[in-house]
């Protein structure tokens, strides 16, 4: 099990994220691929403000939140931080999409027209557009959400009906485990379905990421093609609240 030191100064945050960076690029020299094709989304959930203005100042300049209250509030509180952005990368419920779409500047867990139609309708009436990405279950385990793999290629034919959805390709959540014979071949599927929808998406849609990899598995993801990883308690530190109280049914992994 991963022990994660927790960052409380500017000079904390930089190192913690300088340690997950190296990681990163260890990974994409495996891979034989570029680090800057790597984008990492440092995860602020349970976080407050001060500790995220530290970590602001030691470069983190886009954070993913869970639940859409919870970053809204914080998105209010750092108001004067304009170039602060926030990715919503948690499930949503249709009454809560009028918030996402007043703030966020993306959204990663697209999985039901329900959704597409609130978030496209609160954005045209607000003259804004979003980046989303389709989430799909690649672990096949009924606690998660997100669409399965084989019903992904029909969503996003429908998908060019909301114009001020900008989509951008796909995230999952793996497998929690700590053995990476389960986990990879979450990775694996998300990667192979991606190629595929490249030949069959519609004009407008694009498939070019893939958010996938936390921070107990993001090299794992990285070494599959993640383009985007999403690590909080690499960064920020263990978190007092578990998992179970953001993503259903499952153990502390994030």
């Avoid at 859409?68 to 108001?79: D, N, S």
């Avoid at 485990?177 to 990667?191: E, G, I, T, W």
Wanted: aromatic share 6%; net charge positive; with cysteine.
């Amino acid at each position: 099990m991963n022990t994660y030191t927790t960052a409380n100064t500017v000079a904390e945050f930089r190192q913690h994220l300088a340690d997950v960076h190296a990681r990163i690029a260890a990974a994409c020299a495996k891979a034989g691929r570029d680090p800057a094709s790597v984008r990492l989304l440092p995860v602020s959930k349970t976080v407050p403000e001060a500790r995220i203005r530290n970590a602001y100042a030691a470069g983190c300049h886009t954070l993913g939140e869970n639940k859409v209250q919870e970053a809204h509030r914080k998105w209010q509180a750092m108001a004067d931080l304009p170039d602060l952005k926030w990715a919503v990368i948690g499930h949503l419920q249709t009454n809560k999409a009028k918030l996402v779409a007043e703030f966020a500047s993306e959204f990663q867990a697209l999985d039901s027209l329900r959704v597409a139609t609130a978030l496209d309708k609160h954005l045209q009436a607000l003259g804004r557009s979003l980046d989303v990405l389709v989430q799909v279950n690649t672990s096949n385990e009924a606690s998660k959400f997100g669409l399965p793999p084989d019903a992904v290629e029909a969503f996003v034919k429908q998908l060019p009906a909301f114009s001020s959805l900008r989509v951008r390709g796909l995230m999952t959540l793996a497998s929690f485990s700590d053995d990476a014979a389960k986990v990879r071949p979450c990775f694996v599927r998300l990667r192979e379905l991606r190629e595929r929808l490249r030949q069959s998406a519609p004009a407008g849609i694009a498939m070019d990421e893939l958010s996938m990899g936390m921070s107990g598995d993001y090299a794992l993801a990285v070494e599959e093609g993640s383009t985007i990883v999403r690590v909080g308690q690499a960064i920020f530190g263990a978190r007092k609240v578990p998992d179970s109280a953001y993503w259903p049914g499952t153990a502390d992994h994030g």
